[in-house]
C-alpha cells in the first residue's frame, strides 16, 4: 500500500498547519512536524483550521531536523522549495514518498538543499513573486503524488443526497 508522508519543518503559522492536517485526515497523508514550531500543538487557531479532523491523523513530532533525518535514513526524501530547478510534476513519485516542506518565513535550510539538488522540486509561478502559500502547496504537491498512484483507498465520485446522477455511458 502506497504511503503519502507530508513534513513541515519547523512550521509558523498554525492555521497553516491545521489546514495541512486537514488534508492530511482526508487523503490519508501522514503528518510529521519538525520543530521547533511557531505554536504549541494546543493551540485553537490551530485546532480552528484542522476542523473536526484531529481523530483521523497520524501525525509524529520531532524535536529538530537533525533527529528527524536520522530517523528517516534511507527514505525517499523531495524538498519542495522555490530555489528548485525541477517542476514537481516532472517527478515520479515511489510509492513510500516523504515531501519536506520548510518555514513559511525561510524555507528549507540551503546547506540541506545543496545536498540534494535532484531532489528539489518546485511549483511554477510568475516572476518576482516570493512564494505560494504553504497549505496550498502542500495540497497541490500532495495531490500530485495521489494522482500518480490512482488516488489509493480514496473515493473517486461524489454523491447527491436526494438524487442520483444520470448514468453516463
Known amino acids: ?29 501522514r503528518l510529521h512536524l519538525v520543530g521547533p514550531m511557531g505554536f504549541s500543538l494546543d493551540s485553537a487557531k490551530l485546532k480552528r483550521a484542522g476542523l473536526d479532523y484531529w481523530e483521523y491523523l497520524d501525525v509524529t513530532s520531532y524535536p529538530g531536523l537533525g533527529a528527524f533525518l536520522e530517523t528517516v ?12 530547478r525541477r517542476v514537481y510534476s516532472q517527478e515520479r513519485f515511489p510509492d513510500r514518498s516523504w515531501l519536506v516542506f520548510g518555514r513559511e518565513d525561510a524555507g528549507l535550510p540551503e546547506e540541506l538543499l545543496l545536498k540534494h539538488p535532484q531532489r528539489c522540486l518546485r511549483l511554477p509561478m ?29 473515493e473517486n465520485f461524489g454523491r447527491l443526497h436526494q438524487y442520483q446522477w444520470p448514468d453516463t455511458k
Open 73 to 84: 535514513q534511507g527514505e525517499e526524501l523531495f524538498f519542495f522549495t522555490t530555489k528548485g
Open 1 to 29: 500500500m502506497p504511503q503519502l508522508n507530508l513534513v513541515l519543518v519547523e512550521p509558523r503559522i498554525p492555521q497553516n498547519t491545521g489546514n495541512i492536517a486537514r488534508t492530511c485526515a482526508a487523503t490519508g497523508a
Open 126 to 154: 510568475r516572476q518576482g513573486l516570493r512564494s505560494l502559500n504553504l497549505s496550498n502547496t502542500v495540497a497541490v504537491a500532495a495531490y500530485e503524488v495521489l494522482r500518480q498512484w490512482s488516488f489509493p483507498e480514496l
